[in-house]
């Protein structure tokens, strides 16, 4: 059985992650301890206790799942010492949690990147007004017909039935209606703090960049699929541009599950906190075997299923 990770995005940080995992195994404290003295503050506090206020800040929620993401990876790995995987993909930031699972960037060069990359994002929110929206049971066709029609731009290919455009917030208005008139089911904004995955996010690039140099790179152990094209990156020097890429193109989800699929892949797990991109899976392929690790409760049942 060919398996694969899958790493959380933004959005899936809630006020308490981790601190289950952090106060029953000593392993998952050193790597919140690791992780404070990395950045150079209380991350771990704000992941355990909030408020959710400032988690939910770009520069928080960003390195918080990514940490959490990557505990919980190592404490299936303690737990299940004969686990393989053979591929990683993350949705947006989980796509740096999943490069660090490949052993490309190292754990504290992924976690100081992380925060950065959420610092320059929330920047380039604060420069425009913008926004993103979900529109569910339209398909693709007729979506892109939507933004070309309101000068938006489709951000999120999730899953069947689920889409998430992104732009300008009286844009987004305008969207909204003509999804609705095309026979969206649902087409509603979303609490994001701007258009994420979108022209509008094109500060945040030169400034990534940047910081990008700093991060060392080596071949990884497992292929990692990247966001961009929905294919495993060929060689560690398409990491970079990628990663920057990323920042304004389309998050190309399904495609890159189909794309595991395909070669064969039948179980995913899904690391950090929340289910979504199990949600997803379900709605891409509902044959394949899901399993997630998020808290004790998930990580006790798949190291059940997996006959540890």
Sequence with gaps: MKTALMFAG???Q??????EMAEKYP????????????LGYDLASICFHGPESELTRTENAQPGIFLVSWVALQLLRERVPSL???AAAGLSLGEFTALAAAGVMT??????VVRQRGRFMQEACDLTRGGMAAIIGLDEVLTR???READVELANLNCPGQLVISGEAEKLTRACELATARGARRALPLPVAGAYHSRLMAA????????LNDVALRSGDVEVIANVTAMPYGSIDEVKPRLIEQVVAPVRWEASMRYLIAQGFTRFIELGPGTALTGFMRRIDKSIEVLNVGDLASLDATIQKLGA
Excluded at 28 to 35: I, L, V
């Design 10 to 12: 933004q959005g899936a």
């Design 14 to 19: 809630i006020p308490g992650m981790g601190r």
């Design 27 to 38: 392993s998952a404290a050193a790597w919140f301890d690791r992780a404070n003295r990395a």
């Design 84 to 86: 393989n995987f053979s």
């Design 107 to 112: 754990f504290e060069d992924g976690l100081r």
């Design 145 to 147: 017909e939507v933004c």
């Design 204 to 211: 945040a690039q030169p400034k990534l960049a940047a910081a």
